[in-house]
């Protein structure tokens, strides 16, 4: 019997090395101050991460005008890493302070900066697993570039105890679709 998906769930952390040295040394010091569980700007970073929406793939087709002007369409000839979209976002919880936001607004600076030879930032991988927490399927997104961070939305009289987010944008060049799910494990 399959079970639905409500137990299902993902695995998504930022690589070693994601947030620059220079972010993580302005940020350290507020994180050491506060009483936390997290040892670095990673660790905190991590644990705000709250939903990953994965690249759609939309298949076109291709048309020709035939006989007495019949339309009849094929698959399209794009190849198939190109049928991906290739943006995703990244869902946070806003915590206190904003910390986070401004953390991930200073490395999207940083990434950014034409001083910053890297062109682009870590290839990401989300992992999505089934209700025992086995990895089921993987997706690396590589050569991701950061795009977009979400406006900060904030007001005196939003003082309700909600969960607040902020999304940051990223597209990717290649979309590797792994599938871990193997007889006998």
Known sequence: MILNS??????????KGFFPDSVTEKYLPYLKRTPSPYETIAQ?????????????????????TRYLGKKQRYKSSVPIQDLFSQDFTVTFKLLDGYINYFVMLD???????????????YDLVVRLTDN????????????????????????YTSN?????????SFSCNFIEILLEAKEGV
């Open 132 to 155: 025992n927490g086995n990895i089921v399927t993987s997706v690396s997104l590589k050569n991701t570039i950061l795009t977009t961070i979400s406006e900060l939305s904030i007001s």
């Open 6 to 15: 409500k137990g299902s769930n993902f695995y998504f952390v930022f690589p």
């Open 107 to 121: 490395t999207l600076l940083w990434y950014l900066d034409f001083k910053n030879p890297a062109q682009y930032s």
């Open 160 to 168: 309700s105890p909600e969960t607040q987010t902020f999304t940051l």
């Open 44 to 64: 905190m970073m991590n644990s705000s991460l709250q939903a990953v929406s994965l690249p759609q793939l939309q298949s076109g087709t291709a048309e020709q």
